[in-house]
């Protein structure tokens, strides 16, 4: 978990110094389109159940009922016009870097689930996956991401936490670029 918390530490220094003009070139363009702040932050569940602030840039309009995307009736709605493409490339989750650095979160781990999602925190509390930290991608994001049922979405998270190693992490990591650049698994 050392070496974990080091790669972590490290490589999200490096990408936010890398991406900082990508950073700003985005946030000028949610405060132009929506004026007000360019983030968004969502109550999620961390390590061992405890709440905390994630941050991501707002996608979505200020009405939006505080609910997972896929739980809208209509989601497309409520996205931003902006938000449509960073949220099919994934840019709407580079703030998560400072989630990172900060120890909040990991490259890799199960996603962080919405504070009010019980079914999924239920169910991650019976496997016990609420003792890993929460990750930027993780094993279910490779498998189908939003293609998969809360109960799929679960039994990979297991998978990882039983057979959690280094090689895995980098496996995880390389294969969730791919996905990125196919774009395959996004809904919204």
Do not use: C, W
Not at 121 to 142: D, E, M, V
Not at 172 to 185: C, G, H, R, S, V
Request: hydrophobic share 40%.
């Amino acid at each position: 978990m050392k070496i974990k918390r080091f790669f972590d530490l490290t490589l999200s220094l490096i990408f936010i110094l890398i991406f900082t003009p990508l950073f700003f070139m985005i946030f000028i363009i949610i405060l132009i389109e929506i004026k007000g702040s360019a983030f968004h932050y969502s109550k999620r569940i961390g390590k061992n159940n405890k709440i905390f602030k994630m941050i991501k840039f707002k996608t979505m309009k200020d009405n939006t009922p505080d609910v997972a995307t896929h739980l809208l009736e209509n989601p497309g709605e409520y996205i931003t016009k902006s938000g449509k493409f960073l949220r099919r490339t994934s840019l709407d989750e580079l703030p998560q870097l400072f989630s990172i650095f900060s120890g909040k979160m990991s490259f890799v781990g199960p996603r962080p689930a919405l504070y009010n999602q019980q079914d999924l925190i239920n169910l991650r509390n019976k496997k016990n996956i609420h003792s890993l930290l929460p990750g930027l991608t993780g094993y279910a994001q490779i498998n189908g991401r939003d293609n998969l049922s809360i109960e799929e979405k679960v039994l990979y998270d297991e998978y990882y936490l039983k057979n959690y190693s280094f090689s895995l992490d980098i496996k995880i990591i390389l294969l969730t670029f791919l996905k990125l650049f196919k774009n395959k698994d996004v809904h919204h």
